[in-house]
């Protein structure tokens, strides 16, 4: 492990046990039945101990968009070139992307990253573009790792760097997006790897590859894997070999989450690979994560139970670009409300609900 990224991670400490002890409490005061806003509860409480505080406060939100360019497009494994990524890319800077208009919404804060795609990027003024990039994209893996495993570090140090930032900044949540022709390709992949499960049981059409698309997609992942499988020594080894800059990325935001106490929202396919090489680093890293919503993609549901994380979204998306995680938001800020604001059996003179066992 590289010595500054290993100076990163013994900086992350665990859950304050306390604050989220606290938060519970809360819960079971709150005027209503117990345990009734599900999974939005227990992921209060975890805020709780992630912010060493059971204030839990979520007004400054950000979204962080990795985007990159991936250089197994050039087997056929897209129904669109890599030039869509900067197309996309610029214009969320101009802020017409469909998760920059949900954003909006959601009162979202977007921060467009260019970590590698393949060309100079132009920036509008709405959300501006942070330049970041390591390379004019990565290599095709099929041939050769697409990434130097330097590079695949310098990537992940970079999404940690990214957090920090905002961190500074006082942002108190922040959700993950990501925006690269062929990056489900890179995600199965790397899933594959990581999960020692087959391809098939991993991979879908992504951006809506025909059959002929997918069965190329399919080859390209299995070869992968039989390729780099015996060789890949960690995580970053898979990364760099069948990775991505954006996957990289997001891999560190997920580590910056735990380095730097911010909760993060894990968005879909792709930010969950991201999560899962994270918390592969560095194991318990899923206790600063979020899961927003279920993936369509065949591996959606698979990557969160393997991270034992509960979505509260359900609703068979896979847009990218963040925008699961930018449309579970709003309903995160409401418990938050209820949480923060409704009043408690004591306050209104009524006896409190109590655990009563049994099947519901």
Same mark, same amino acid.
């Given at each position: 492990?590289?010595?500054?990224?290993?100076?990163?991670?013994?900086?992350?400490?665990?859950?304050?046990?306390?604050?989220?002890?606290?938060?519970?409490?809360?819960?079971?005061?709150?005027?209503?039945?117990?345990?009734?806003? $599900?999974?939005?509860?227990?992921?209060?409480?975890?805020?709780?101990?992630?912010?060493?505080?059971?204030?839990?406060?979520?007004?400054?939100?950000?979204?962080?968009?990795?985007?990159?360019?991936?250089?197994?497009?050039?087997?056929?494994?897209?129904?669109?070139?890599?030039?869509?990524?900067?197309?996309?890319?610029?214009?969320?800077?101009?802020?017409?992307?469909?998760?920059?208009?949900?954003?909006?919404?959601?009162?979202?804060?977007? !921060? &467009?990253?260019?970590?590698?795609?393949?060309?100079?990027?132009?920036?509008?003024?709405?959300?501006?573009?942070?330049?970041?990039?390591?390379?004019?994209?990565?290599?095709?893996?099929?041939?050769? &790792?697409?990434?130097?495993?330097?590079?695949?570090?310098?990537?992940? %140090?970079?999404?940690?760097?990214?957090?920090?930032?905002?961190?500074?900044?006082?942002?108190?949540?922040?959700?993950?997006?990501?925006?690269?022709?062929?990056?489900?390709?890179?995600?199965?992949?790397?899933?594959?790897?990581?999960?020692?499960?087959?391809?098939?049981?991993?991979?879908?059409?992504?951006?809506?590859?025909?059959?002929?698309?997918?069965?190329?997609?399919?080859?390209?992942?299995?070869?992968?894997? %039989?390729?780099? $499988?015996?060789?890949?020594?960690?995580?970053?080894?898979?990364?760099?070999?069948?990775?991505?800059?954006?996957?990289?990325?997001?891999?560190?935001? !997920?580590?910056?989450?735990?380095?730097?106490?911010? &909760?993060?929202?894990?968005?879909? !396919?792709?930010?969950?690979?991201?999560?899962?090489?994270?918390?592969?680093?560095?194991?318990?890293?899923?206790?600063?994560?979020?899961?927003?919503?279920?993936?369509?993609?065949?591996?959606?549901?698979?990557?969160?139970?393997?991270?034992?994380?509960? &979505?509260?979204?359900?609703?068979?998306?896979?847009?990218?670009?963040?925008?699961?995680?930018?449309?579970?938001?709003?309903?995160?800020?409401?418990?938050?409300?209820?949480?923060?604001?409704?009043?408690?059996? %004591?306050?209104?003179?009524?006896?409190?609900?109590?655990?009563?066992?049994?099947?519901?």
């Amino acid at each position: 492990m590289n010595e500054e990224l290993s100076t990163y991670l013994s900086q992350i400490r665990p859950l304050s046990a306390s604050s989220m002890e606290i938060a519970r409490k809360r819960w079971s005061q709150v005027a209503k039945p117990l345990n009734s806003l $599900g999974v939005l509860e227990d992921d209060i409480i975890k805020m709780a101990g992630i912010r060493e505080t059971s204030k839990v406060d979520m007004e400054k939100r950000a979204l962080v968009i990795l985007c990159a360019d991936n250089g197994i497009v050039e087997e056929g494994v897209t129904q669109t070139g890599r030039e869509v990524t900067a197309l996309v890319a610029e214009n969320m800077t101009n802020g017409n992307s469909s998760v920059c208009i949900m954003a909006d919404r959601a009162e979202v804060d977007v !921060f &467009p990253v260019d970590i590698g795609v393949a060309r100079d990027l132009n920036s509008g003024f709405r959300h501006p573009l942070l330049c970041r990039k390591i390379a004019y994209g990565t290599k095709n893996f099929r041939n050769e &790792p697409a990434m130097k495993r330097e590079e695949a570090v310098r990537a992940i %140090e970079t999404g940690i760097k990214l957090v920090e930032e905002l961190a500074e900044k006082g942002y108190q949540l922040i959700a993950t997006g990501e925006m690269g022709i062929g990056n489900t390709t890179t995600s199965s992949a790397v899933a594959s790897l990581l999960l020692k499960k087959a391809p098939e049981a991993l991979t879908g059409r992504g951006a809506g590859l025909n059959d002929e698309g997918l069965k190329r997609k399919l080859g390209v992942i299995k070869e992968a894997v %039989e390729q780099y $499988g015996p060789v890949c020594r960690d995580t970053v080894d898979i990364l760099a070999s069948a990775g991505g800059f954006d996957l990289a990325g997001l891999t560190g935001v !997920f580590l910056g989450g735990a380095i730097y106490r911010i &909760p993060i929202l894990v968005d879909g !396919f792709i930010s969950a690979v991201a999560a899962l090489s994270a918390d592969r680093i560095y194991p318990g890293c899923r206790n600063f994560m979020l899961a927003s919503h279920v993936s369509a993609e065949p591996a959606g549901r698979l990557l969160l139970d393997e991270l034992g994380l509960e &979505p509260f979204i359900q609703a068979g998306m896979c847009l990218g670009e963040g925008t699961g995680a930018v449309a579970a938001i709003p309903l995160l800020h409401m418990a938050v409300g209820v949480y923060n604001s409704m009043s408690s059996f %004591e306050d209104i003179q009524i006896e409190a609900y109590k655990p009563m066992g049994g099947v519901s």
